[in-house]
Nanobody, 124 residues
Framework: QVQLVESGGGLVHPGESLLLSCVASGITLSSNPMAWFRQAPGKQHELVASIGTEGNTDYADFVKGRFSISRDDAKNTLYLQMNSLKPEDTAVYYC??????????????????WGQGTQVTVSA
């Protein structure tokens, strides 16, 4: 059974940093494309960052230069280092396997496979 457990969220002030973690079991992360999505209150999910099996990374424009996605194959863990956080980064963050699949279901109210996520709140 595949399980992804996100952690590391919290309440921070603008400009501060957080490191999100996603520990996987039942699957080898390095063999799959992975990504972080987020959902802000009242908004649809959006892709934040992705990492391919070769380690290639891609970022949404709104986090470029501030966030960094990485993977520790020995720990089978996905990370999202978030620096220079802004209030608009407030959202629930989810790690997913196969971001292309999840992207197809953005905005679908019947799709409920996003997982538990971890809450990030950026507020003065």
């Amino acid at each position: 059974q595949v399980q992804l457990v996100e952690s590391g969220g919290g309440l921070v002030h603008p400009g501060e940093s957080l490191l999100l973690s996603c520990v996987a079991s039942g699957i080898t992360l390095s063999s799959n494309p992975m990504a972080w999505f987020r959902q802000a209150p009242g908004k649809q999910h959006e892709l934040v960052a992705s990492i391919g099996t070769e380690g290639n990374t891609d970022y949404a424009d709104f986090v470029k230069g501030r966030f960094s996605i990485s993977r520790d194959d020995a720990k089978n863990t996905l990370y999202l280092q978030m620096n220079s956080l802004k209030p608009e980064d407030t959202a629930v963050y989810y790690c997913v396997i196969d971001p292309d699949y999840y992207s197809e279901y953005i905005g679908d109210p019947h799709f409920n496979s996003w997982g538990q996520g971890t809450q990030v709140t950026v507020s003065a």
